[in-house]
């Protein structure tokens, strides 16, 4: 049995894993999906000053709490940030780190500065056309999602994403994080975060691939809970 810590991305909530939890728990492991500070059923404590030091506590206190170790640590886009943040304060607890078409920070840098100034300056700019300092979420058919039920669905449970979180720098302080072992998934239908695959690969980390786009827990959730199978 292993304990999983799966973290969301941007402008969803933890229940975006609904499935993929299920799925996991059904073969008796362990499942945390905690909402990240601001988002999801937690969008009412949202505000200008939420940053990733916010959602890097919202996990460490998640993990603290629930007395866990030997926890495979999974990030979605944004959520990859948040784990490498994690995993940097607490390596003992850390069993791996999954990557799930998501951010793959260097040290010092923010989520703008690792996904490059095209993305970056589209999502400052729908911030600035809304309240300034929250980013909205895209169409449900810009992150891959065609099916007419899950349409709906994200429509309804998405929420804008405080923008210090994409802002703020991670400074990374403990060198036993090298030591993690680490795996990325890159969803065959997203090419928004290619520059995260080859980065990848330059840092010798190990990857696999899901024909999905990119919220593969949402509509494909058997074969990414059968990739963590196999990683674990």
């Known amino acids: 049995m292993s304990n999983f810590v799966l973290v969301h991305g ?91 078409a998501a951010v793959l920070p260097k040290n010092g840098e923010s989520m703008f500065d690792a ?22 979420a895209g169409t449900p058919q810009s992150y891959g999602i065609h099916a007419s039920e899950m349409i709906n669905w994200f429509v309804k449970m998405s929420t804008p994403h405080p923008l210090k979180s994409f802002q703020q720098k991670l400074h990374l302080r403990n060198i036993a994080f090298d030591g993690i072992e680490k795996v990325y998934i890159k969803c065959s239908q997203d090419q928004a975060l290619d520059a995260m695959v080859n980065r990848a690969k330059d840092m010798k980390i190990p990857s696999c691939e899901i024909n999905s786009g990119h919220f593969p827990m949402l509509t494909a959730p058997e074969a990414l809970a059968d990739l963590f199978f196999t990683q674990v």
């Open 10 to 100: 941007g402008m969803i909530g933890g229940n975006c894993w609904k499935k993929v939890r299920k799925i996991l728990e059904y073969k008796q492991h362990e499942v945390l999906a905690p909402t990240l500070t601001g988002l999801g059923e937690r969008k009412h404590l949202s505000s200008p000053d939420i940053d990733l030091e916010t959602h890097i506590q919202d996990i460490l206190n998640a993990i603290v709490y629930e007395e866990l170790d030997n926890v495979v640590l999974i990030g979605h886009s944004y959520g990859g940030m948040v784990i490498t943040g994690v995993a940097d304060r607490i390596p003992h607890k850390v069993k791996k780190l999954i990557y799930v």
């Open 115 to 136: 996904v490059g100034s095209e993305i970056s300056s589209f999502l400052s700019r729908s911030a600035e056309e809304g309240n300034g300092w929250e980013v909205p």
